[in-house]
């Protein structure tokens, strides 16, 4: 079945300090790819996405590059800030029929310090 | 535009008391409806969706049942609350495909 699975946090930074966050897929067919963020006491937001393979998802100065080859989808940030500390998602999307499921990861925890 | 309403925020409920959690959507129409739970140290967990009125399919056997009355809203509830029913739940939609709008969760305790 289709499965996620990201690195286990939490992980703990100091502000301006280089982001990496490992997230590997198993999955049938070609799914698009996405990483949602969770601030404290919020719900989820969409952060990036990527649709197919090669397609490299930004937003907010985080990237994150879809690699078939490697089945990864390893979300980064040259410097984060504190504004940054939130729980991150990887999920994949799978078509069943006419509905779309989303498929989550564990979540890692980001604390960054000042 | 488009945005989903859920409530409560929070929640303490005694054990074996029943549950009601209540999600709409605004400035769609025809959406898919998702119940996903975060419980504590564990990731999210689809529990029900539903892409029609009174269409709902159940992901994993449980405590819980989901209604959709209406277009736009989508229900989540149960008879007599378990212990492991305590978490995040957090109500979505999309519109043919992701990515997916989430609600702001509703924390459930049950005492």
């Known amino acids: 079945g289709n499965s996620v699975t990201q690195m286990e946090g939490p992980v703990t930074l100091s502000e301006e300090a280089f982001l990496t966050i490992n997230c590997t897929y198993t999955?049938?067919?070609?799914?698009?790819l996405f990483w949602y963020v969770q601030y404290p006491g919020e719900g989820l937001q969409l952060l990036l996405k990527?649709?197919?393979?090669?397609d490299k998802g930004s937003n907010k100065g985080f990237e994150a590059t879809y690699r078939k080859e490697t089945t990864s989808f390893h979300l980064e940030k040259g410097s984060v800030q504190v504004s940054d500390s939130a729980v991150y998602f990887c999920a994949l999307s799978h078509s069943g029929g006419s509905n779309y499921k989303l498929t989550f990861g564990k979540g890692t925890l980001l604390t960054v310090n000042p | 535009s488009q945005t989903i309403h859920q409530w409560p925020a929070t929640l303490v409920q005694p054990v074996g008391s029943p549950l009601s959690l209540e999600c709409t959507v605004e400035g769609t129409s025809n959406p898919n409806l998702y119940w996903y739970r975060q419980a504590a140290g564990r990731g999210l967990q689809l529990l029900f969706y539903?892409?029609?009125?009174?269409?709902i399919s159940s992901e994993v056997p449980q405590n819980l049942s989901a209604s959709r009355p209406q277009d736009r809203q989508f229900i989540l509830s149960s008879k007599k609350l378990l212990l492991s029913d305590s978490g995040f739940y957090l109500c979505a939609w999309s519109v043919e495909s992701p990515p997916f709008l989430f609600g702001s969760g509703t924390r459930l305790t049950v005492v």
């Open positions: 539903s892409v029609g009125i009174g269409q």
């Open positions: 990527a649709t197919k393979a090669d």
């Open positions: 999955a049938t067919g070609y799914p698009s």
